[in-house]
């Protein structure tokens, strides 16, 4: 864990976490990703039914398909957890779909205290299920 000065896409993980719904756990994730050269911010809506929740990091993916931002490059998610958190496995195999090469992804948690961790998508969803496998 290290910290420096914030990127771009740190500060607007952080803002992005400002918008989360989450009444339930009350645990607000933002993230922020780079996709086709573009930036996308997602924030973590939760849901009386509550399996119907929508993480920050899938929110973000979405936002960059819409704007046919295929080409996933980095990630970001800020959290208030201790050591940050890492994305979910749902998370983790739904950014791994619009990955080109898993080990050039980065991603990277960060928190309040401006502590980070950083890994690649390949290291934290390896020997991945993808199209590939299908017929
Ligand atoms: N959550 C995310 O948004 N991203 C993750 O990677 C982990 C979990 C959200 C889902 C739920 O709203 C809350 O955090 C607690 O699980």
């Given at each position: 864990?290290?910290?420096?000065?914030?990127?771009e896409?740190?500060?607007?993980?952080?803002?992005?976490?400002?918008k989360?719904?989450?009444p339930?756990?009350?645990?607000k994730?933002?993230?922020t990703?780079?996709?086709?050269?573009?930036?996308f911010?997602?924030a973590?809506?939760?849901?009386?039914?509550?399996?119907?929740?929508i993480?920050?990091?899938?929110?973000?993916?979405?936002?960059?398909?819409?704007?046919d931002?295929?080409e996933l490059e980095?990630?970001?998610?800020?959290?208030d957890?201790?050591?940050?958190?890492?994305?979910?496995?749902a998370c983790?195999?739904?950014?791994?779909e619009?990955?080109?090469?898993a080990?050039?992804?980065k991603v990277?948690?960060?928190?309040?205290?401006?502590?980070?961790?950083?890994?690649?998508?390949?290291?934290?969803?390896p020997?991945?299920?993808s199209?590939?496998?299908l017929?």
């Open positions: 864990m290290s910290e420096m000065n914030p990127s896409l740190e500060t607007r993980a952080k803002a992005a976490q400002q989360a719904y989450a339930y756990s009350k645990f994730v933002g993230a990703l780079r996709s086709s050269g573009q930036l911010d997602g973590n809506i939760e849901n009386a039914s509550y399996s119907m929740t993480c920050a990091e899938r929110a973000a993916m979405v936002a960059a398909v819409l704007a931002a295929r980095e990630v970001v998610v800020f959290t957890a201790w050591p940050p958190s890492s994305p979910c496995g983790r195999q739904f950014l791994s619009f990955a080109a090469d080990t050039k992804v990277t948690a960060i928190n309040a205290r401006g502590e980070r961790r950083s890994w690649t998508l390949a290291e934290l969803l020997d991945s299920f199209g590939r496998e017929p």
